[in-house]
């Protein structure tokens, strides 16, 4: 199966930055589009940002400017780099890949376990 483990993170006032990676792990053939999500208490998950094997880049429009994110294809490792944050940045943000597991087999999402992140006043 394939694991992805978040890391990074945590507590930053407003302004400060948090760099955030995804490390996916497993039995893995291709890993093609990786992202960003982050959820609130009792909202949607949405979309922070997504990035292909090819290195396109998409953001959500309360993100652009502000974070970037990369891949190291070679570590099958994802970064977020979260600059200027606000409080309203706080979330959990989660990690999501569409991976094949071999060269046959459908292309499945996976998600990582969640970690929370708060900017403070």
């Known amino acids: 199966q394939v694991q992805l483990v978040e890391s990074g993170g945590g507590l930053v006032q407003a302004g400060g930055s948090l760099r955030l990676s995804c490390a996916a792990s497993?039995?893995?053939?291709?890993?093609?589009?990786m992202g960003w999500y982050r959820q609130a208490p009792g909202k949607q998950r949405e979309l922070v940002a997504v990035v292909t094997d090819g290195g396109d880049t998409t953001f959500a429009d309360a993100a652009k400017g502000r974070f970037t994110i990369s891949r190291d294809n070679a570590q099958n490792t994802m970064y977020l780099q979260m600059n200027s944050l606000k409080p309203e940045d706080t979330d959990v943000y989660y990690c999501s890949a569409l991976v094949k597991v071999s060269r046959w087999s459908p292309v499945s999402e996976y998600w990582g376990q969640g970690n929370q992140d708060t900017v403070s006043t």
């Open positions: 497993g039995s893995i053939f291709s890993l093609n589009i």
